[in-house]
């Protein structure tokens, strides 16, 4: 599966952002959808997962109660709603699949979007 993530830009502190990963072919219903960014100079971390329907969700402690994950797999997209955004969220953002919803091993990876929050 291609993935392809949109939806990055600069915003103010307190704003809010809705990233979007369209997904290519039609299996993407049976893709655990996830998200994950990389502030400059640190690591890749996790942001939240979706499972196949949506029915599970999960996110980090970071991002809990301030962002939303959904899908719509009738438009093999998956969404990011980011609200409440802080500078600390800067980052590259980048949605990933995987056939499992409790590995930490993602198959595929979007290219990444840019989300930068000022303060």
């Known amino acids: 599966v291609q993935l392809q993530a949109s939806g990055g830009g600069l915003v103010q502190a307190g704003g809010s952002l809705r990233l979007s990963c369209a997904a290519s072919?039609?299996?993407?219903?049976?893709?655990?959808m996830g998200w994950f960014r990389q502030a400059p100079g640190k690591e890749r971390e996790f942001v939240a997962r979706i499972s196949w329907s949506g029915e599970m969700l999960y996110y980090a402690d970071s991002v809990k109660g301030r962002f939303t994950i959904s899908r719509d797999n009738a438009k093999n997209t998956v969404y990011l709603q980011m609200s409440s955004l802080k500078p600390e969220d800067t980052a590259v953002y980048y949605c990933a699949a995987t056939t499992s919803y409790f590995t930490e091993n993602y198959d595929y990876w979007g290219q990444g979007t840019l989300v930068t929050v000022s303060s």
């Open positions: 072919g039609r299996t993407f219903s049976r893709y655990v």
